[in-house]
T-cell receptor
Framework: DVKVTQSSRYLVKRTGEKVFLECVQD?????MFWYRQDPGLGLRLIYF???????EKGDIPEGYSVSREKKERFSLILESASTNQTSMYLC????????????FGEGSRLTVL | AQSVTQPDIHITVSEGASLELRCNYS??????LFWYVQSPGQGLQLLLK??????LVQGIKGFEAEFKRSQSSFNLRKPSVHWSDAAEYFC????????????FGTGTRLLVSP
């Protein structure tokens, strides 16, 4: 069964802490994505990677960075967490080319106090 | 700018009744359109997609959607809802902004009453 795994389902962090959200996919997909999901706002794209060490900013990259050192792993980094980054974070992957089918992880719910 | 509107935040349907979830998009070119479902505590799963051709597309779990260019709509339908269909449904449009990405609507939460 194809799988996108997010290492942490629930995290509680303090303002100013550095936060790492990890995502691993086992489908040999070229593309990986980080979305943020908030009630009433739907999903918003933070960053996208189409290859190892390659990244593109999405719609809301401010306050975030990403790392993709291996094809299967895509990390989202909050250098200095703030309370307005409290949210659900969803990782997704897809094949090269565009058929629109994203495979999502179960999400990481981050609370910043 | 590209956008997707899902006008209904919540919808309650009786089990066995028919369902229609509304989606309107704004996009200058021929759209690629998608419906995703998110069950409680889960990630999103693709239900169906429209790229071209037949405007009525069939998806998984008995869902279908109809593309109507004149109305800029892509409504999701199911003839008979099951309790397991209770979930949040997201419509999305595929756009090319230098790279391909999906722009999602704000979602419609479906509640199924017995």
């Amino acid at each position: 069964d194809v799988k996108v795994t997010q290492s942490s389902r629930y995290l509680v962090k303090r303002t100013g802490e550095k936060v790492f959200l990890e995502c691993v996919q086992d489908m040999d997909h070229e593309n990986m994505f980080w979305y943020r999901q908030d009630p009433g706002l739907g999903l918003r794209l933070i960053y996208f990677s189409y290859d190892v060490k390659m990244k593109e900013k999405g719609d809301i990259p401010e306050g975030y960075s990403v790392s993709r050192e291996k094809k299967e792993r895509f990390s989202l980094i909050l250098e200095s967490a703030s309370t307005n980054q409290t949210s659900m974070y969803l990782c997704a992957s897809s094949r090269q080319g565009f058929d629109g089918e994203l495979f999502f992880g179960e999400g990481s719910r981050l609370t910043v106090l | 700018a590209q956008s997707v509107t899902q006008p209904d935040i919540h919808i309650t349907v009786s089990e066995g009744a028919s369902l229609e979830l509304r989606c309107n998009y704004s996009y200058g070119a021929t759209p690629y359109l998608f419906w995703y479902v998110q069950s409680p505590g889960q990630g999103l799963q693709l239900l169906l997609k429209y790229f071209s051709g037949d405007t009525l597309v069939q998806g998984i779990k008995g869902f279908e959607a109809e593309f109507k260019r004149s109305q800029s709509s892509f409504n999701l339908r199911k003839p008979s809802v099951h309790w397991s269909d209770a979930a949040e449904y997201f419509c999305a449009v595929g756009v090319n902004t230098g790279f391909q990405k999906l722009v999602f609507g704000t979602g419609t939460r479906l509640l199924v009453s017995p």
